[in-house]
Nanobody, 127 residues
Framework: QVPVVESGGGLVQAGDSLTLSCVAS????????WAWFRQAPGKEREFVAA????????YYKDSVKGRFTISRDRARNTVNLQMNSLKLEDTAVYYC????????????????????WGQGTQLTVSS
């Protein structure tokens, strides 16, 4: 297990922006696939965005396309999730997940494909 740590959650108003950050230690995570998932109360954990560390390819849940941007900072071994135009329905606990494997399109949205998870960070969007 490799520690994965998120930061950056908080309370914001609808329309605001916020950036979440995720850091993982170990050389294995200089490549592989990193992702953000979220879980709202009473709902299942859902895929938000993913990035392949090797080439920077990104993938998004449809409802966040154009509003959220996932990016990598190789020098700092971090992955960020820039969230703009936040909506009430974005309220959830956001989790960073990482695997040293380069996942294919059909699997990178599946939580069980990621071996390492952070503790989660709460995002609350108010009206």
């Amino acid at each position: 297990q490799v520690p994965v740590v998120e930061s950056g959650g908080g309370l914001v108003q609808a329309g605001d922006s916020l950036t979440l950050s995720c850091v993982a230690s170990g050389r294995a995570y200089s490549s592989g696939t990193w992702a953000w998932f979220r879980q709202a109360p009473g709902k299942e954990r859902e895929f938000v965005a993913a990035i392949r560390r090797s080439n920077g390819s990104t993938y998004y849940k449809d409802s966040v396309k154009g509003r959220f941007t996932i990016s990598r900072d190789r020098a700092r071994n971090t992955v960020n999730l820039q969230m703009n135009s936040l909506k009430l329905e974005d309220t959830a606990v956001y989790y960073c997940a990482a695997t040293p494997r380069t996942l294919i399109l059909t699997t990178l949205r599946q939580p069980h494909e990621y071996e390492n998870w952070g503790q989660g960070t709460q995002l609350t969007v108010s009206s």
